[in-house]
């Protein structure tokens, strides 16, 4: 069974930075993209980052671009997000998500099969 577990989540302050971490267990991962989403309460999931299957393309949303690097580690199964000069509009809780697609690249929801519970970050002003 496929499960991604995230970590790293907590309170930071406006300009720090956190580290997200999802591993990925259940089977191999190293042929299909992985995506960060995040979500406000009573908002849709908004994408963050991705990248394909061998790190070397990536996609951000216009509102972390510069801000957050997203990167995995095929040989450990796992997808980190590195969040830098935080903002309070930050605040949400973070999942990650495995693509469906092999060898290609995913930036919207629909086209990630499986996800994460999620890891709440908190930015105070």
């Known amino acids: 069974q496929v499960q991604l577990v995230e970590s790293g989540g907590g309170l930071a302050q406006a300009g720090g930075s956190l580290t997200l971490s999802c591993a990925a267990s259940?089977?191999?991962?190293?042929?299909?993209?992985m995506g960060w989403f995040r979500q406000a309460p009573g908002k849709d999931r908004e994408f963050v980052a991705a990248i394909n299957w061998s790190g070397g393309t990536t996609s951000y949303a216009d509102s972390v671009e510069g801000r957050f690097t997203i990167s995995r580690d095929n040989a450990k199964n796992t997808v980190y997000l590195h969040m830098n000069s935080l903002k309070p509009e930050d605040t949400d809780v973070y999942y990650c998500?495995?693509?469906?697609?092999?060898?290609?690249?995913?930036?919207?929801?629909?086209?990630?099969?499986?996800w994460g519970r999620g890891t709440q970050v908190t930015v105070s002003s």
């Open positions: 259940g089977r191999t991962f190293s042929t299909e993209a």
């Open positions: 998500a495995l693509g469906r697609v092999q060898f290609g690249m995913a930036v919207t929801a629909r086209e990630y099969d499986y």
